[in-house]
């Protein structure tokens, strides 16, 4: 009689062979084990609970570590400023009307006084650059910080804490939308900005004792005539053509309202309704079919001045036809 105590002997028995659609239908769903791609439903369970345990980890960690940063920070105050900053403490000057985003390379203002299509392409591009000046609003929407606009002169003295200089754009005759910038007459309005420096004062060239030796003469002539005045407390603003062909061609400009930044405008501190003080540029009788190449540079003690890397200047190109 057979011992029932012995284990019978078992022998590997080869897989039976599958084709490949019945190995993919086992592989989704076994019905002897329970597997669904491989795992039981434990196995399942548990490696979904490591990955649910994990990243919720990690996304509380972020978080955090992104909680504790925005704490340094200040939404109005940037925290490096200055020298301390990647901008720094030497402004740059900027210009309106720019050309296209298809041409941002471009600093080309061309057009034809005698085509009214022309001269609107021009003339609408400043006047969507300058609704945010134009704006009076009531506290919402764009025109938030509108309200805090005040009207400003050397003997204006201490704002109130919300408030900030109007710019008056308005006063910017012939440069205004009503007479399309001076478009049609041919002496084209060109509108000068000095960039945003958080904390920036100006240091002005107030008296002829120290103007640089490059400065135009009739920049230091008109500086002389206002020598000892608050109106001498400005940012200067001049253009000229780069070479003296583009010197003859460009021919006499006008400076409006005034020959430069004033100073009550500054330091920019983030206020609400802040805006960049503007100079208009007329150009009064270009020699229409040239091109004409102009610099026009801000002049003040701590804006250095280097043509190449642009630093305290601006370059366009400004060219009018009558065909």
Not at 18 to 42: A, C, D, I, P, Y
Not at 151 to 161: F, K, N, Q, R, V
Not at 206 to 230: F, R, S, V, W, Y
Request: net charge neutral; aromatic share 14%.
């Amino acid at each position: 009689m057979a011992d029932k105590s012995k284990v019978a002997e078992q022998y590997y028995s080869k897989p039976p062979d599958l084709g490949k659609w019945e190995s993919f239908r086992m592989f989704l769903w076994n019905s002897e084990t329970g597997q669904v791609l491989g795992r039981t439903g434990s196995s399942w369970a548990k490696i979904l609970l490591f990955y649910l345990i994990f990243y919720a980890v990690l996304v509380g960690f972020f978080a955090a570590m992104l909680a504790i940063f925005y704490q340094t920070l200040d939404s109005k105050m940037p925290k490096w400023q200055m020298d301390s900053s990647l901008i720094g403490s030497n402004p740059g000057l900027g210009f309106r009307p720019m050309p296209e985003s298809a041409t941002v390379e471009s600093t080309l203002i061309y057009y034809r006084a005698n085509d009214k299509g022309s001269v609107l392409k021009w003339a609408s591009v400043i006047d969507e650059y300058l609704e945010q000046y134009r704006k009076k609003g009531s506290g919402g929407g764009e025109a938030a910080g509108a309200e805090n606009r005040v009207p400003c002169s050397y003997s204006t003295g201490t704002l109130a804490e919300k408030q900030v200089c109007d710019v008056p754009v308005e006063n910017f005759h012939p440069c205004t939308s009503a007479n399309q910038y001076n478009y049609e007459q041919g002496g084209p309005c060109v509108f000068l900005k000095l960039n945003k420096i958080f904390n920036w004062t100006p240091q002005p060239y107030n008296t002829t004792e120290d103007l640089p030796a490059i400065m135009p003469e009739d920049l230091k002539h008109h500086i002389k005539t206002i020598e000892g005045k608050p109106d001498a407390n400005m940012v200067w603003v001049s253009c000229q053509g780069e070479n003296p062909a583009d010197v003859e061609n460009m021919g006499p400009v006008q400076y409006i309202p005034g020959r430069g930044f004033p100073s009550y405008y500054y330091p920019f501190t983030n206020k609400e309704g802040y805006l960049s003080p503007l100079v208009a540029v007329l150009f009064e009788k270009p020699r229409t079919g040239v091109l004409i190449n102009i610099e026009c540079k801000a002049w003040a003690k701590n804006i250095q001045y280097d043509r190449y890397e642009r630093r305290g200047s601006v370059h366009f190109e400004l060219m009018v036809d009558r065909s």
